[in-house]
C-alpha cells in the first residue's frame, strides 16, 4: 500500500549549546580529527520534513553523517543532505554586494564619526583560497582598501551564520524523539607530554602525564564528554589540504579515586576517558592531568655508538676499505625504565613527548635535562630514550688494521675503541659496534665479552674508573666465498 508523502517543514535553528540538548560526546583522534556526537530533538511529520540543523563544525565531513533513533524504535531516512560552512562575514558580504554601493562609517581624528557611499567593484573575497585586496570607487576614484566600516544592508535570506546541515528526512508515521547525530570532523586533535622529575642523584623519577586537546573546528563544545583515541587509525587521504576541502592502574593511584582517566584496550588500539566534562572553545588549547606516578626507575645508561651512521644498515656486502672510520664522537646519554606495573607504571601509554628534569638540591629548583619523543607504548614494554650527549664522557674509535685478500674472498679488521670519563664517579658504558660489511663474521680476537645483539650489532658493556680511561679491542673477519 502506498503512503502519500507531505512535506513538512520542521527548522530547527539552533546550536549544540541550546539548552535542553544533552552535553556533547567527543572521541578525539590524535590524527588530527575526532568523532562529535550530539542530541538533536525531532518531530516529525508523516512524509518528507525540512530538517536544518546549525551547530555542526566548520570541517565536517559531509558523507560521515549518521542520524538515528538510538533507542532503536524510529527509523529515520535521510532522503536529501547538504552541508553549508560559508558562514557568513565581512568578506562574504562584500562578494554579495560587488557593484552595489554601500554604505561605509569613518572616524577622523576627533573620533567624530560620519559616513561615505562607495561603490564595491571587487570584494576581494575568495572562498577556500587566497585572498585579494578590495576595490571601492569613491566619487569615481579606486581604492584598494576599505574606506571604513562597511555596513551591510539586511542578511540575505539563504544567508548562514554557523555551518549548516539542511536533511529531507521521511518518516512514515508522525515521530517525536532525540535523534543521535554522529559525524567526523577535522579541526580536533591531542596529543599526550609526560615530565618526569629526578633528583639531584639517583635514578628514582616523579612522572606526571598530560593530554593537550586543541580545537580549531569552528565550533565551541560545553560540557562535553571526551574521550582520546591512541593508535594509528588508518584513515584515507584527501585530495585537497582539509582546510581548503571545508573552509567556506599504578600510575593512577596517586590521583583522587574521583578524578581517574579511564582507559581501556578498544579494537586495536586504546581509549582514554576524561572523569569530568570540559568545555573546548574553538581555537582553545587544554591540558588535562591523566597520570600521576612517584618511584620509577629510570637508570641512567651511557651509549657509545663510534659508528652510528650504519645504524639500521641492511645492505649488501662492503669490501671497500674505506669504510671503517669513526662517525661519532658523542658518548649518547639516555634514560631506560619498563613500563610495568613493578615500576609503578603499567599503563598503555599513548605517544607524546618526554621532557626530564632534575631537581638541585641547593635551592630545591628543577633544571631541564633533555627530552625526546615517546611513541605508543604497551604496557610491560621497555622504554629507552635519548636526552642528550655527555660533557664529561668522551669516545673515540680507531681502525687499527684492514687485511683482504686479493681475490676478495674474506676481510678483516682490527679496531680499538676508547671511553675517557672525567667524571669524579664510576660509570658504565655500553659500547656498539656495526658488523656492516656482511652477515657472514666471526670475531676472532676480543679484549672483553660482548654481547649479539642482531646480525650484525655487538655490544661491549664496560666499567670506566673515575677520571679514566676504558680500551676496548677486537678484531672481525669477514667470509665472503
Do not use: C
Not at 129 to 158: A, M
Not at 393 to 414: D, L, P
Amino acid at each position: 500500500m502506498s503512503v502519500k508523502m507531505k512535506i513538512h517543514t520542521a527548522t530547527l535553528f539552533f546550536a549544540a549549546l541550546s539548552a535542553g540538548i544533552a552535553q556533547p560526546a567527543l572521541t578525539v583522534y590524535n590524527q588530527g580529527f575526532a568523532v562529535v556526537r550530539e542530541r538533536v530533538p525531532l518531530d516529525l511529520k508523516a512524509g518528507e520534513n525540512a530538517v536544518t540543523f546549525a551547530g555542526a563544525t566548520a570541517q565536517l565531513e559531509p558523507d560521515s553523517v549518521v542520524l538515528r533513533d538510538p533507542a532503536g524504535r524510529v527509523a529515520v531516512r535521510i532522503l536529501e543532505q547538504s552541508y553549508r560552512a560559508d558562514a557568513m562575514s565581512q568578506g562574504m558580504l562584500l562578494a554579495l554586494n560587488e557593484g552595489k554601493e554601500i554604505d561605509f562609517l569613518v572616524r577622523d581624528q576627533n573620533a567624530k564619526e560620519y559616513t561615505i557611499r562607495g561603490r564595491v567593484v571587487r570584494s576581494g573575497y575568495a572562498p577556500g583560497g587566497e585572498q585579494s585586496s578590495p576595490i571601492i570607487e569613491v566619487d569615481g576614484k579606486l581604492r584598494f582598501t576599505l574606506p571604513g566600516q562597511p555596513l551591510f544592508p539586511t542578511l540575505p535570506g539563504d544567508g548562514v551564520l554557523r555551518p549548516t546541515l539542511n536533511w529531507t528526512l521521511a518518516a512514515l508515521q508522525p515521530a517525536k524523539f532525540t535523534a543521535e547525530l554522529s559525524y567526523i570532523t577535522g579541526g580536533l586533535s591531542w596529543q599526550a607530554a609526560y615530565n618526569l622529575v629526578a633528583p639531584e642523584t639517583g635514578d628514582l623519577l616523579d612522572v606526571v602525564g598530560w593530554v593537550t586537546v586543541t580545537n580549531q573546528s569552528g565550533k565551541i563544545f560545553e560540557n562535553a564528554a571526551v574521550k582520546l583515541m591512541a593508535g594509528d587509525v588508518n584513515r584515507v587521504q584527501p585530495s585537497a589540504p582539509r582546510d581548503q576541502m571545508f573552509r567556506a592502574k599504578g600510575a593512577m593511584m596517586a590521583m583522587a579515586a574521583q578524578e581517574t582517566v579511564t582507559e581501556k584496550a578498544f579494537d586495536e588500539f586504546h581509549l582514554y576517558t576524561l572523569p569530568r566534562a570540559v568545555t573546548l572553545r574553538d581555537r582553545e588549547t587544554k591540558q588535562v592531568e591523566f597520570m600521576r606516578s612517584t618511584g620509577v626507575k629510570a637508570p641512567v645508561v651511557y651509549v657509545y655508538d663510534g659508528a652510528a651512521m650504519f645504524a639500521g644498515f641492511h645492505g649488501g656486502m662492503i669490501r671497500d676499505a674505506g669504510f671503517g672510520t669513526q662517525s661519532n664522537k658523542k658518548v649518547w646519554v639516555m634514560r631506560e625504565f619498563k613500563n610495568s606495573e613493578e615500576n609503578k607504571l603499567g599503563l598503555p601509554l599513548p605517544k607524546g613527548r618526554l621532557r626530564f628534569y632534575r631537581r638541585d638540591d641547593a635551592d630545591g629548583r628543577i633544571e631541564f635535562t633533555g627530552e625526546n619523543e615517546l611513541d605508543h607504548t604497551a604496557k610491560n614494554e621497555l622504554i629507552r630514550v635519548k636526552t642528550g650527549d655527555a660533557f664529561d664522557i668522551v669516545g673515540e674509535r680507531t681502525r687499527t688494521n684492514f687485511n683482504a685478500s686479493n681475490r676478495q674472498e674474506f676481510a678483516e679488521e682490527e679496531f680499538e675503541i676508547k671511553v675517557r670519563n672525567r667524571k669524579a664517579t664510576p660509570i658504565q658504558v655500553r659500547v656498539v659496534e656495526r658488523l656492516y660489511r656482511w652477515t657472514n663474521w666471526s670475531i676472532t680476537q676480543k679484549s672483553d665479552e660482548f654481547a649479539k645483539k642482531d646480525a650484525q650489532t655487538i655490544e661491549f658493556n664496560v666499567t670506566v674508573p673515575p677520571d679514566a680511561e676504558k680500551s676496548v679491542t677486537y678484531r672481525v673477519r669477514y667470509e665472503w666465498k
